[in-house]
């Protein structure tokens, strides 16, 4: 590969890049950008539309924030300094987002009269009139419907008397185009899924599943079920929160630490990959030998950046780590040889950054800055200066490290008392930038205009056909608008990044 020349030419002399250290040369092209088709992934078995994940930190990613990243096509990673608890129900917020297949669906007892489920219902608040009804067996009998409820004259009857027994049912697995058509053919509003017991263990809804299949899903970052991907940030040895997760069907965890090549992060992995079925991503590394030991101990997927971050002080702080596009490539270069994607995580600027990034061999990026001064951040806005901000700060910053057990244990500080805290990071703000579909908008578009300057159709294609120019100091000043007073910023460019 072309790249490959550059980057060993600058490894001969110990110089490792970063982004403003380089460019993409352009090249011959057929490609328009709008051809150009950005899937990609985040680990092993986890798709993405787009490739661009949001970082796990308590400004950028909760709820709200994986859903609209998933919708986009990307993936939110959900934050850990919060309970395991807290960060499941978030989870389970993204996954039932769509209510493509409702996987516990509520059932009543042929047993229980109409009054005591209408009460159970109201109790409950649930929205829904509709339940599969079983026997003592948990075996699906029947179902009770709208219908069913308003033309009951007599609430003191059993579910069995009046619930309808004529169920069109599906087997345990059916995905949701198949559910959409076998509803659409039987015109039935509700398709209950039974395993070979004849038990309930899903159901499909169809207004849920028309809007699913009408709304464009090609956009959206779904599952096999139609429900939208959710990633979460665990620590080490944290197995009640991974089961809890799981329980909530995540679809990937990242282990999220410092540094993630230490005896204890491996040993982990390899326990979590024996005992759990499960994509696990780990991170952070910089150097090629750790994505080895990662990639050897199983990892499904190796997040790079130590240091690059827009709110660390890691490098100052501890003299470690290495320019982020170099060690981009040098992890993918081994990570490749594995079949493992890398996520190049942290020290991204503009959408320019993006195609280099992937061009040094990513799969996809990691977004915490040029993320977290959206509405679907966590936080309120703040006024100040007559602008609007958001608050954005490091997991390793002294705020986040006293507040929240979960960021100590990234930076290895447990068993530090609060007073004794080593920050790397900092707190700040974060102009706002209002909605996070106007934001991807401009860095996926940024990304396929450099695709087509390159000519690439893919990201894979970019990743192998990228190469690299080093550019100068002046030459960074060239490229940036200058010898000018700027009187309108475009949506996709501030000097503030
Ligand atoms: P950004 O996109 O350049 O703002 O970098 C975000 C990334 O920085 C995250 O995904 C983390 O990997 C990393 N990070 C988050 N908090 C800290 C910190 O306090 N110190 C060092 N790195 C951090």
């Known amino acids: 590969m072309k790249k490959d020349d550059?980057?060993?030419?600058?490894?001969?002399?110990?110089?490792a890049l970063t982004f403003d250290d380089v460019r993409l040369k352009s090249g011959y092209s057929e490609i328009m950008p709008d051809q150009v088709d950005l899937q990609s992934k985040f680990s092993k078995n986890v798709h993405l539309k787009i490739p661009i994940v949001s970082a796990a930190m308590d400004t950028v990613t909760e709820h709200k924030m994986g859903i609209a990243m998933a919708l986009l096509g990307g993936l939110g990673v959900i934050h850990k300094n919060m309970s395991p608890?807290?960060?499941?129900?978030?989870?389970?917020?993204?996954?039932?987002?769509?209510?493509?297949?409702?996987?516990?669906?509520?059932?009543?007892?042929?047993?229980?009269?109409?009054?005591?489920?209408?009460?159970?219902?109201?109790?409950?608040?649930?929205?829904?009139?509709?339940?599969?009804?079983?026997?003592?067996?948990?075996?699906?009998?029947?179902?009770?419907?709208?219908?069913?409820?308003?033309?009951?004259?007599?609430?003191?009857?059993?579910?069995?008397?009046?619930?309808?027994?004529?169920?069109?049912?599906?087997?345990?697995?059916?995905?949701?185009?198949?559910?959409y058509e076998i509803m659409a053919k039987n015109k039935k509003k509700t398709l209950p899924l039974v395993n070979k017991n004849k038990e309930v263990v899903g159901m499909y809804v169809f207004k849920d599943v028309q809007r699913i299949m009408m709304n464009n899903p090609a956009e959206y970052n779904t599952d096999d079920n139609g429900q939208l991907i959710a990633a979460a940030a665990i620590g080490v040895n944290d197995f009640e929160r991974l089961e809890l997760l799981?329980?909530?069907?995540?679809?990937?965890?990242?282990?999220?630490?410092?540094?993630?090549?230490?005896?204890?992060?491996?040993?982990n992995l390899k326990e979590i990959k024996k005992n759990y079925n499960i994509d696990v991503v780990v991170g952070n590394v910089s150097e090629p030998e750790s994505a080895e030991r990662l990639a050897k101990?199983?990892?499904?997927?190796?997040?790079?950046?130590?240091?690059?971050?827009?709110?660390?002080?890691?490098?100052?702080?501890?003299?470690?780590?290495?320019?982020?596009?170099?060690?981009?490539?040098?992890c993918s270069q081994v990570a490749d040889k594995y079949g493992i994607p890398v996520c190049a995580d942290g020290g991204l600027r503009y959408s320019g950054d993006i195609p280099i990034a992937i061009g040094a061999g990513a799969f996809s990026v990691m977004m915490g800055g040029m993320l977290s001064g959206t509405k679907e951040a966590p936080g309120d806005i703040i006024f100040r200066d007559g602008r609007q901000w958001k608050s954005y700060r490091g997991m390793g910053s002294i705020g986040a490290l006293k507040e929240h057990k979960g960021s100590r244990e990234r930076y290895n500080q447990l068993p530090l008392s609060k007073k004794e805290l080593i920050a790397e990071g900092v707190e700040g703000l974060k102009l706002y930038k209002g909605r996070l579909n106007e934001v991807i908008f401009q860095y996926v578009n940024g990304l396929k205009r450099g695709m087509g300057y390159v000519g690439c159709s893919n990201i894979e294609e970019l990743?192998?056909?990228?190469?690299?120019?080093?550019?100068?100091?002046?030459?960074?000043?060239?490229?940036?608008?200058?010898d000018v007073l700027i009187t309108r910023e475009p949506p996709n460019y501030s000097i503030d990044g």
Do not use: W
């Open 463 to 482: 990743r192998q056909k990228a190469d690299f120019i080093r550019i100068s100091g002046s030459g960074k000043t060239e490229s940036h608008p200058h």
């Open 246 to 267: 799981i329980q909530e069907k995540v679809n990937v965890v990242v282990i999220d630490t410092a540094h993630a090549d230490t005896k204890l992060v491996i040993e």
């Open 85 to 179: 608890r807290e960060q499941a129900s978030k989870v389970a917020k993204v996954k039932y987002y769509l209510n493509g297949l409702i996987d516990k669906p509520i059932c009543v007892n042929q047993k229980q009269t109409i009054t005591e489920i209408l009460e159970m219902r109201e109790k409950k608040e649930y929205s829904f009139s509709t339940f599969p009804v079983i026997n003592d067996k948990n075996q699906l009998v029947g179902i009770l419907s709208q219908n069913d409820f308003e033309f009951c004259r007599d609430n003191s009857a059993q579910a069995k008397e009046i619930m309808s027994k004529k169920v069109v049912i599906a087997s345990e697995g059916t995905r949701l185009e198949k559910a």
């Open 297 to 330: 101990a199983g990892a499904d997927g190796i997040k790079v950046g130590q240091g690059p971050g827009s709110i660390c002080t890691t490098r100052i702080i501890a003299g470690i780590g290495s320019p982020q596009v170099s060690a981009i490539y040098r």
């Open 6 to 15: 550059f980057f060993q030419k600058m490894e001969e002399f110990k110089i």
